[in-house]
């Protein structure tokens, strides 16, 4: 097993805590929450995910940070469940975190 920093293990319960926002509200979906970082270690955005069908929590953080003038470009995300990659209701959140460089 591989340790993990004490800001990476902050940050991650941070997106859990996100998470925790969504109960009752995503179902049947799961609670995600996302922090994101800008290249310089700046808080860039934050989002949870929505109810079913609407934006996921990386999609939400996305949309934090632009609203804010936040530059992803080279910045690090921590989610509390892996991106999804699939095609469904919404398009994969993998691809718009890859899009947001």
């Known amino acids: 097993m591989v340790a993990i920093s004490a800001q990476d293990e902050a940050l991650l319960l941070q997106a859990v805590a996100?998470?925790?926002?969504s109960i009752g509200l995503s179902d049947p979906n799961p609670r995600?929450?996302?922090?994101?970082h800008s290249a310089d270690g700046s808080q860039a955005g934050v989002?949870?995910?929505q109810q079913a069908g609407g934006p996921h929590a990386e999609v939400m953080a996305m949309r934090d940070a632009a609203s804010a003038g936040r530059s992803l470009a080279g910045g690090t995300a921590w989610v509390s469940l892996?991106?999804?990659a699939h095609h469904g209701r919404t398009p994969p959140c993998a691809d718009a975190l890859i899009a947001a460089g």
């Not at 996100?18 to 926002?21: N, P, S, T």
């Not at 995600?32 to 994101?36: A, D, I, N």
């Open 18 to 21: 996100l998470a925790e926002q």
């Open 32 to 36: 995600v929450g996302c922090v994101l």
């Open 47 to 49: 989002g949870f995910t």
């Open 82 to 84: 892996e991106p999804c």
